[in-house]
DNA sequence: CGCCATTTGTACGTATGTATG
DNA sequence: TCATACATACGTACAAATGGC
């Protein structure tokens, strides 16, 4: 379950994390609506900088994959039942499929 | 025209940095297919960080405003003529207007 | 109410790699 | 080969939002 990231690789280390925190929320490990590891979590978990995990969620927020609130952490997309409060605006005119997951 | 940074605003800074090259290129200062000033330029010219000119920049793109190339620089998009040598993919999913200005 | 821990946001600095011309 | 420009990745610090107490 571990997958390793590989600063030798030809990809980018934060697109592998963006790959590996992506797949575990297609694959169901990161249920909708609920929070994935905050940034610290993942600096820990992975062992790199802090910036590095904030471009992986840069690519995973463009992707539609996930919603980011300061303060709060950021959730996985999907939660209709809106574990949200208030908000000025929820979207952000991206293609960003609003409901949720892509397929 | 030389709208300078408030580190102290409510704004963040690239954010109104964003908005100065944002508002130059709409006013047609930064003629679309021309290069805007590369990331070390604007951080003399601003003062600012390089990262604040990259976040500054992301908006920009996001805004589908510009299109940055690795090696060459950040073009104002509407260049139809179209400055591209090959490119295995040149639009990366977003909103993004591919007819260049948003109006 | 204030206080505090957690979490994301912003901004800075540095170094090295890759692409282009 | 070289200079320029963007890409990636590390580090630090402080601000702002949130929520529990």
Do not use: W
């Not at 992506?22 to 610290?40: M, V």
């Not at 904030?54 to 952490?73: E, F, K, P, S």
């Amino acid at each position: 379950m571990g997958m390793t990231l590989d600063p030798l690789a030809d990809r980018a280390v934060y697109k592998q994390l963006s790959d590996i925190v992506g797949a575990a929320i297609e694959s169901g490990e990161y249920q909708p609506g609920t929070l994935i590891p905050s940034e610290s979590m993942l600096m820990a978990r992975h062992g790199v900088a802090r910036n590095t995990v904030r471009l992986a969620m840069g690519v995973l927020r463009d992707q539609g994959l996930v919603v980011t609130r300061h303060g709060r952490g950021t959730f996985v997309r999907g939660g209709e039942h809106d574990e949200d409060h208030d908000q000025p605006s929820t979207s952000r005119s991206r293609t960003a499929n609003s409901s949720g997951l892509p397929a």
